[in-house]
């Protein structure tokens, strides 16, 4: 029963990530016809002094201190909002912010480039020259080294955050109600259940929903490529657009996957991270 | 505030909107109609999607269920594997298997858009969760019947795993529709090229027309859209956090 | 013909044919971006044409043509048409500033020319945007359109580092800070009437004169040193090493040259006829013809090929990211510094591409 299963896994995944781990000790090159030879940790030591990487995994961690807090803090006040039995309107809500969900982040980008659009006539700028009465300087979002990841970060908050806020919903529904009954018996005012009862209940679902982000977080590419190619210089560069351009533009196999490597003791480490914070609670 | 939150998330789909139709009007979807082959695309992405969603809920499933049921040599073995698979996104292996698929000449297929999706750590490990808390004695009293593994999770198995398989389909669903990297990579032409990738591409081959370009992005969304639409009186909010533990 | 043909399609296309090559799945005939054919060769996926090719085809070639085809000394491949830059104008909008307007090569705007009449337009535009750089393209454009500037400086892709190089693209810098190159996204810039000046290949010649007719002019990409310098190659076809009769396929090729079907070929992508015979008919490209800047570009050598060179795709990569932190504001000389020493790098990495 499992047999078909572990077939995938084996030939999809695990054997690659083997296969990239034995290459990033090469200096495999696409197609050269030269001999690859075995260059022991070199592609790793290359990294390490890589300038460009750190600068890459620096907008990682940036991209990542940002959107998981913004996103799982806006996604909880959502589902809260929305989490009324009863209510019609509910669902309305639902599927507004569930929307931007299922547009595949080729179209958000695209969406995204003509909301940025330089100067005054761009979306973006005329909202803020209007919210800010006039005081607004018009931008080139996506091409200012000091804006361009921000606004990577709010498309990727704009698409993300709907699906982060149905789970919690469908964690919000779990929570029995008589608890809610209780704390209210208590003289608990609204805040205070949702400190005592909500938070506490919601405690798993939330740490899921948080690194679920961040793994996507280390993930983010597909924005990179479509907008920014990682500019205006390398403010916007990330992990995985260096993966992607040195195995593909650059034909670098071996950096390639030496990268591969590192992004998943990155992941590693952020499950581990994540273990460490649900088995506290049974402490 | 949910009012204003929702016409701030409205605002870009309705610039989306508006701008399919300005400079041109309806024009812009038959000029898109014109200059691509917009339904062998739509099916392209269907058929992708359809069938990464279907095989692997079955694969998944299955060996979901007997990591949870049944006892095996090598099961705590596999365990930890399906953990390991858990935590290797697929970018991490795009690569070397660009690589191999190239080697073997599979490119430029569907089939080689389903195939490494269909076994999916994440999935497997929803299954199983899922099927941890499964009611044994539904299975115990078939047991009794005399009816073997296969005929246990045909019979009474699969057709109760009702929320696990929603949340299996919409978390294989969107990020099968929305591929991108891995379609780049192995597909060469519009035969096998989905949706996402063709967008891309319309976007950045002259002559550049936002109104089309708009217009190709509002027929590419309304197939999802309609599906999530319909399929919402089956899918509650609360069947997504299966699984999760 | 029993010749199996694959056309590779626009983007990723030179990890296609990576892939391709790596399956053993390379065509017989090969078409393909023209300076990705040093890679090719080098990795052995190419054979000689040798005197596969006819000698009336191949002396009929284009010059530049047969540049670009060729490496350590032997023919690869041909190509049936070849492409070139210029400014396209608004004579009405240069003439009210006073601009002389050249329309030879040798005639070109020096580049203190070039700034006076950019700053010029300027004052009398609504928002200063003048000049159309089509930076709304991506990828190889990048390359294409502004390794000219290095080489019409005094350096060239593998020179980075020289002082040429920077001084040239810190000039393009000055152009998008001073804001008067207008960003394009809806690659309407110049159709629309928003810029004077829009800084393309020939391929924009329909849309343009459609628009503007007896207003527009054609004008060589300005001197930024040693000569105007346009772009040049196109896509070429060769004949693979595992095609196993190269016979008929140069058979193929001497057929492709043939002027009717450069002339077929050329009349439907407006480029300009790969052949010295087929210029000569093409209404178009011949003498006094309106497009006659740019055959006369490729027949006298101001152009600027890409480097011969089996780097280069990682050269080109570099290249179109430096262009693009430049644009945007970078600090010059260290980006290309910088960029030099990783194409050093790949060099030695892969033993300088023996």
Redesign the interface.
Same mark, same amino acid.
């Not at chain 3, 694959?6 to 990723?12: H, K, N, Q, V």
């Given at each position: 029963m499992v047999s078909p299963a572990v077939l995938g896994l084996l030939l999809f995944v695990l054997a690659p990530f083997a296969l990239s781990f034995l290459i990033s000790f090469t200096d495999l090159s696409l197609g050269s016809p030269h001999p690859m030879h075995w260059v022991g940790t070199l592609q790793y030591e290359r990294l390490f002094h890589d300038p460009a990487l750190a600068r890459a995994l620096a907008n990682n961690l940036r991209f990542a201190l940002v959107v998981v807090p913004l996103q799982t803090a806006l996604a909880l006040a959502l589902a809260v909002l929305l989490h009324r039995p009863g209510w019609r309107l509910a669902g309305l809500y639902r599927a507004i912010f569930f929307a931007p969900v299922v547009f595949p982040m080729s179209l958000v980008a695209v969406i995204w480039r003509y909301l940025y659009a330089p100067g005054l006539q761009g979306p973006a700028n005329r909202l803020l020259s209007w919210l800010s009465l006039g005081h607004w300087q018009a931008r080139d979002f996506l091409h200012d080294p000091e804006w361009a990841l921000g606004a990577l970060m709010a498309l990727s908050v704009w698409q993300g955050v709907g699906l982060q806020m149905v789970i919690l919903l469908g964690g919000l529904q779990q929570i029995p109600s008589d608890l809610y009954e209780a704390a209210a018996l208590d003289g608990a005012g609204p805040l205070q259940r949702f400190r005592r009862v909500t938070l506490p209940m919601l405690r798993n679902t939330l740490i899921f929903t948080a690194l679920m982000t961040s793994i996507l977080a280390f993930r983010v590419f597909d924005q990179v490529q479509i907008l920014t190619h990682g500019g205006p210089a390398g403010a916007t560069s990330t992990l995985m657009f260096e993966l992607v351009r040195s195995a593909f533009e650059r034909l670098q196999m071996g950096r390639a996957c030496a990268l591969t490597v590192l992004f998943v003791l990155i992941v590693l480490l952020l499950t581990g991270l994540q273990r460490l914070a649900l088995r506290q609670r049974a402490l | 505030m949910p009012a204003w939150l929702a016409l701030l998330y409205v605002w870009p789909i309705g610039m989306l909107v508006a701008g399919s139709l300005q400079a041109g009007g309806l024009g812009n979807y038959l000029a898109v109609g014109q200059r691509v082959d917009f339904l062998r695309l739509l099916f392209n992405s269907l058929w992708i999607s359809g069938w990464t969603v279907v095989l692997g809920a079955l694969v998944n499933s299955l060996a979901g269920y007997a990591l949870a049921r049944l006892q095996f040599p090598g099961r705590a073995v596999l365990l930890g594997l399906v953990l390991i698979c858990m935590v290797i996104p697929f970018e991490a292996v795009a690569a070397p298997l660009f690589y191999s698929v190239s080697r073997l000449g599979l490119r430029d297929t569907l089939g080689v858009q389903i195939l490494p999706f269909v076994a999916n750590g994440v999935s497997i490990y929803l299954f199983y969760t899922f099927y941890l808390e499964f009611p044994r004695e539904l299975e115990e009293a078939a047991c009794l019947e005399g009816a073997g593994p296969w005929q246990i999770y045909g019979r009474l198995v699969l057709p109760n795993s009702g929320p696990v398989l929603a949340t299996h389909s919409v978390i294989t669903l969107l990020s099968s529709w929305g591929a991108y990297l891995w379609p780049l990579l192995v597909t060469a032409g519009p035969q096998a090229r989905p949706l996402p990738l063709a967008l891309a591409n319309f976007m950045t081959t002259p002559p550049l027309h936002w109104g089309q370009i708009f217009a190709f992005g509002v027929l590419m969304v309304v197939p999802v859209l309609l599906g999530f639409g319909f399929l919402q009186r089956y899918f509650q909010p609360g069947s997504l956090t299966s699984g999760i533990k | 013909m029993g010749l199996k043909l694959? %056309?590779? *399609?626009? +983007?990723?296309y030179?990890?296609?044919v990576?892939?391709?090559?790596?399956? +053993? @799945?390379l065509p017989d005939i090969l078409e393909f971006d023209g300076p990705l054919l040093y890679?090719y060769v &080098? @990795? +052995?996926c190419l054979r000689p044409l040798g005197r596969l090719l006819n000698d009336s085809a191949r002396t009929n070639l284009l010059p530049s043509l047969e540049r670009q085809g060729t490496f350590r000394g032997r023919l690869y491949s041909v190509g049936v048409f070849d492409s070139g830059l210029a400014l396209y104008g608004r004579k009405s909008l240069l003439e009210s500033v006073g601009a002389r307007l050249p329309s030879r090569p040798e005639e070109a705007w020096t580049i203190a020319q070039f700034e006076r009449i950019l700053k010029d337009l300027a004052r009398a535009d609504e #928002?200063g945007q003048v000049l159309d750089l089509k930076l709304?393209? @991506?990828?190889e454009w990048l390359t294409y359109a502004f390794s000219p500037v290095l080489v019409s400086a005094g350096a060239d892709l593998r020179h980075l580092d020289r002082p040429e190089a920077a001084r040239a693209l810190t000039l393009l810098q000055e152009w998008s800070e001073h804001g008067l190159i207008d *960003?394009n996204? #809806?690659? $309407?810039a110049f159709v629309e009437g928003r810029v004077a000046l829009s800084w393309v290949g020939h &391929?924009e010649y329909p849309?343009y004169a459609e628009r503007w007719g007896g207003d527009l002019c054609l004008i060589p990409l300005p001197n930024f040193g040693i000569g105007s310098r346009s772009g040049q190659g196109s896509w070429n076809w060769a004949i693979t090493s595992r095609c196993g009769s190269p016979r008929r396929a140069a058979e193929f090729l001497n057929f492709l040259l043939e002027d009717a079907q450069v002339l077929e070929m050329t009349a439907g992508n407006g480029a300009v006829p790969g052949t010295l015979s087929a210029i000569a008919k093409s209404p178009l490209y011949q003498k006094g013809g309106p497009l006659r800047l740019f055959s006369q570009q490729l027949l006298e050598g101001w152009c600027a090929p890409r480097p011969a060179t089996p780097a280069y *795709? %990682?050269v080109t990569?570099?290249f @179109?990211?430096a262009v693009? #932190?430049i644009v945007? +504001? $970078?600090p010059v000389k260290k980006?290309l510094q910088s960029a030099a020493q990783d194409i050093r790098q790949?060099e030695l #990495?892969?033993?300088d591409y023996r």
């Open positions: - | - | 694959t %056309f590779l *399609p626009e +983007g990723s030179n990890s296609q990576q892939a391709a090559a790596l399956a +053993g @799945q890679r &080098w @990795q +052995g #928002d709304n393209y @991506q990828g *960003p996204l #809806d690659d $309407a &391929w849309r *795709p %990682f990569s570099v @179109q990211q693009r #932190d945007h +504001g $970078a980006v790949d #990495d892969n033993e």
